[in-house]
């Protein structure tokens, strides 16, 4: 589906779109670097495999890289419970077959990871519901120009979860000002504006490719400078002021 489009300034494939870790993927990375027009990027999901510094062990990540005219990579940080890691995994590992796969555990990506690089622009990538927290995303997007998220939401089936997801990337585009790709394997696939608006979208399980444009933004809007700590501190406030009102003093008297 992506032959006619080798030459787009920006491809993008969704989470586990290339199901082998990148080390034993060299052949299909270089195929897709062969394939691509000179000054196109794609950007697609992949496992990663190999040592991290940070826990000085091998270990595999869930991650999205860029190949053509562009580069980096960008290892998914807020992780799934039992999806992507098993908690209590000392406990947990050989009672359920599941626990023992070889991608069922992943491991964290590091803090302050830099935006991937693709014909000039500076791109910040999520990965799944990493979209859900808005102050992760306010934060990550300060040096970016252009904002991306990939998902697999097919284990949600034809439920309101996709749907939802869609709305929290939404989201998520309005408080930074910027773009937004949005590439699934099932749906919703779509391009969100600078204003939390689609512009372009593939409904749910539908086959098909999405084409449209994009433009870059720099700068902070003011919930990236203050992220939700004027939102929950006024929370708090109504909270107490409310319950004073509602809750009368209690008086006690002695005989």
Known sequence: MT??????????????????PQDKAGKIIEHIDEELGDNSTLITGIPWYGFSDRIEDFTFHNSIMAIGNGEGIYHKQKLVPFGEYVPLQGLLRGLI??????????????DYQGPLQANGM??????????????FVAFNSRNADLLLTISNDGWFGDSIGPLQHLQIARMRALETGRYMLRGTNNGVTAIIDNRGQITETIPQFEKATLQGEVYTATGSTPYMQTGSWPVLTLAVILVVFVRERIIPPVSASGS
């Not at 032959?3 to 082998?20: C, G, K, Q, R």
């Not at 077959?97 to 590091?110: E, H, K």
């Open 3 to 20: 032959e006619p489009h080798w030459n787009a300034d920006l491809i993008l494939w969704p989470e586990t779109a290339i199901p082998i």
């Open 122 to 135: 500076r791109i910040m990538p999520f990965i799944c519901y990493e979209v859900a927290y808005p102050d």
């Open 97 to 110: 077959g599941f626990f023992d796969l070889p991608m069922s555990s992943f491991s964290r990506g590091p």
